[in-house]
């Protein structure tokens, strides 16, 4: 089965830092086939024919022993990284005006709840939620009117790692 892992938090500001080669030199050493990276933020897309809990602790294990830190993992199959980016509306994008995210959920915030627990102002925003992920679409001039700049200082900004819709949409299509 193809499975991409989503690294939360590396190569962030500084912190954290993994190199993607030596990333993807460690999952093949895990036996995982075909593995790619894709950018530098912790996108590795890779076959295995283990269920996805042994994967994600495998990898959260793994990466601390290798790299003396933590990294969260969220482990998506390829059936649902295509259904996530397949909700995400057609015309949603990110160019000059306009900026469209997706943060896809540790289990446990995987809930249409998540939305009511955001401190955003909906009117200047469309955010939605599918299994797995929340995304929105917002003007860029009404970024910071939304407030979706808040969420980083909400412990539930801890629960989701985010990536624009061209990356999401890549790794649906890669997987």
Do not use: C
């Not at 599918?130 to 980083?152: E, P, T």
């Amino acid at each position: 089965m193809r499975y991409v892992a989503l690294l939360r938090g590396i190569n962030v500001g500084g912190y954290k830092i993994v190199n993607m080669r030596e990333l993807k030199k460690l999952f093949e050493s895990l036996g995982y086939l075909d593995v790619s990276t894709y950018l530098n933020s912790g996108n590795v897309i890779f076959g295995s024919h283990e269920k996805k809990g042994t994967i994600q602790k495998t990898i959260e294990t793994t990466m601390e022993n290798e790299f003396g830190f933590k990294v969260p993992t969220i482990v998506r199959t390829e059936e649902e990284m295509k259904v996530i980016a397949a909700a995400i509306p057609k015309e949603w994008r990110n160019d000059d005006s306009h900026k469209t995210d997706v943060a896809y959920l540790f289990p446990e915030i995987d809930s249409e709840e998540t939305l009511v627990k955001l401190p955003i102002k909906r009117e200047y925003i469309d955010i939605r939620y599918v299994k797995g992920a929340i995304f929105w679409n917002v003007l860029r001039k009404d970024y910071n009117k939304s407030q979706m700049n808040k969420i980083i200082g909400q412990n539930i900004y801890q629960q989701m790692t985010i990536r624009n819709v061209n990356t999401a949409r890549h790794l649906a299509g890669q997987v």
